[in-house]
């Protein structure tokens, strides 16, 4: 492999890092607000998932933009997003989420892995709404999956470039089974606060110290969702595992094929001097 990999289809610019943070900003907003308004300013359950939602497609586009205004983004990464998009949401039904199975996030993390960060961010949003709509759920919790998916995408990406072989295929197993723990939380986190009422030892309080509020939110999701996690995690983990070397060489093999975001000179500097020479003459 070259020093630097022609497969990251989408490269961080300082612009594009510029949209991620401010994407993954407005997202801990959008799932952390209950933590710091002031009692009597929570919104009843569901109406903040419009908003959400709106937040998360703004998110997204503004990342797709950036990589398309940059050059970095071209026909090709546009092409791989959709055909990727439509295997995870393919994959997505085969366990339904039974027992916190789930496949999905196998393609999220593989994607990512390949293409870049801010390929996965958007990989996680088009994914999960892709599935969405085949399956029919379409629900107030939709943009908040969509956006705790484009995280999980988002990490995959960021991870260091220089691990190949066994090691990088064991790094992504344990950020996979990470990244579907801290999912499973980040939707916990997002209902939580409208979901059990007031008066139980682990329900959200308006106005209560932030730390006080998170011990209860510890234990809520301890309590009902820690073997869904799991078994989300494991399931990650143990699919990045036995299918993680074959797909990374597919789709880095598919990606060197395509040059993606190459200009004409780039696209000559990958095909080597014969082949520069060869344009030249036009030997065959």
Sequence with gaps: MSRVDPARAVPVSRRMAVALVLASLLGLLAFGWPLVVQPGATLADGTDAPLVLGVVLAAALGVLFVGLGDGGIDVKAVAMLGLLSAVGALLRPVAGGTGGVETVFLVIVLGARVFGPGFGFVLGSTTLLASALLTGGVGPWLPFQMLAASWVGLGAGLLPG???????????????AVAALAYGWAMNLAFWPFQLGAGTAISFVPGDPVPENLRRFALYSLATSLAWDLGRALTTAVGVAVLGRPVLATLRRAAVRAVFGAGPGRADEREGPVAGQTRATGAP
């Excluded at 691990?163 to 992504?172: D, I, K």
């Design 162 to 176: 220089r691990l190949r072989g066994w090691r990088e295929v064991a790094a992504l197993a344990g950020y996979g």
